[in-house]
């Protein structure tokens, strides 16, 4: 007879899938201002990666991002605020969070 003794890693359900999924929902769902939807973390992430280092840059792009009548015009807008040859990643990240604002699927 073997005794199968379990560790706590082991007896605890695998939540993963739950996890991404909920993660999922939460980061595809509408918003309605984008400074709203940025943690503080990403937003200075986005400030030094995205406008060099320039809060005020950010805080009118923001702005005018808010009062974008279509994903088109948001991204004219984006083109001409951001620091070409910035992060990949963090262009894709800011440019998710605007598209959740037009209610485009990310």
Do not use: C, W
Request: charged residues 25%; negative net charge.
């Amino acid at each position: 007879t073997e005794i199968y003794t379990l560790s706590l890693h082991d007896a605890l359900p695998i939540s993963g899938k739950k996890e991404e999924v909920v993660s999922a929902v939460i980061h595809s769902k509408p918003i309605a201002d984008i400074a709203a939807a940025i943690g503080i973390n990403d937003r200075f992430y986005f400030i030094r990666e995205l406008f060099s280092g320039d809060a005020r840059a950010y805080s009118d792009t923001i702005g005018r991002l808010n009062t974008a009548s279509s994903l088109g015009e948001a991204m004219k807008i984006l083109d001409e605020s951001t620091v070409m040859g910035s992060d990949p990643a963090a262009q894709s990240s800011f440019v998710d969070v605007v598209r959740r604002k037009f209610s485009v699927n990310v």
